[in-house]
């Protein structure tokens, strides 16, 4: 069955620490997204790719880093210029600009 | 820019109650409307989406009606099961930026047997 995979569920990391997240789908979408969600903020979104290698930066991308080499994959970097990153990241998917987004499970990322 | 407001929960009912969930929008052109849903410790998953003004979108029991005149998009079902209980998030497609989701904050549903 195809659908996105987001690795690992859980990720813990030091303060200081750069941490990748990895997001790899098999549904032959061309466009890719990373969402950022906390309590009661809803869904904000990190960046974004329409194509590969190609990539563009969304609401709140400080602090963030992301690449677009395979079109399956799209592994979100959180740097440790990223002020308050514990949180639940999403990845998601979708055909073209009409389509629904197909999202991954998540990460819970908690940085202490 | 673009913005979706939903109601604030949480929201919490007995089974087989009757679910409204409101949802109005902003927006320059005209955006195509959906709802998703988020069970717990999982991602988002599409539940019904509307195109056009006066279309309806339905799926599982839930409907909702796209309305220009009013721009709202309020989320309904007639009679909420215990598995209902979730977060729901409304979300408009922005035309103006490359289509990109924006979503409202999501409102969280209990339903008590």
């Known amino acids: 069955d195809g659908g996105i995979t987001q690795s690992p569920k859980y990720l813990f990391r030091k303060e200081g620490q750069n941490v990748t997240l990895s997001c790899e789908q098999n549904?032959?979408?061309?466009?890719m997204y990373w969402y950022r969600q906390d309590p009661g903020q809803g869904l904000r979104l990190i960046y974004y790719?329409?194509?590969?290698?190609?990539?563009q930066k969304g609401d709140i991308a400080e602090g963030y880093s992301v690449s677009r080499e395979k079109k399956e994959s799209f592994p979100l970097t959180v740097t440790s210029a990223q002020k308050n990153p514990t949180a639940f990241y999403l990845c998601a998917s979708r055909k073209g600009m009409d389509s629904p987004l197909h999202f991954g499970n998540g990460t819970r990322l908690t940085v202490t | 820019g673009d913005s979706v407001t939903q109601m604030e929960g949480p929201v919490t009912l007995s089974e087989e109650a009757f679910l409204t969930i409101n949802c109005t929008y902003t927006a320059t052109g005209y955006p195509s409307l959906f709802w998703y849903v988020q069970y717990p410790g999982e991602g988002l998953q599409l539940l019904l989406k509307a195109t056009k003004a006066d279309d309806k979108g339905s799926n599982k029991g839930f409907e909702a009606t796209y309305r220009k005149e009013t721009t709202s998009f309020h989320l309904e079902k007639g009679s909420v099961q215990v598995s209902d209980s979730a977060v729901y998030f409304c979300a408009l497609s922005d035309r103006g930026s490359q289509g990109n989701l924006i979503f409202g904050k999501g409102t969280k549903l209990s339903v008590k047997p």
């Open positions: 790719s329409q194509i590969v290698n190609d990539f």
């Open positions: 549904l032959n979408h061309d466009a």
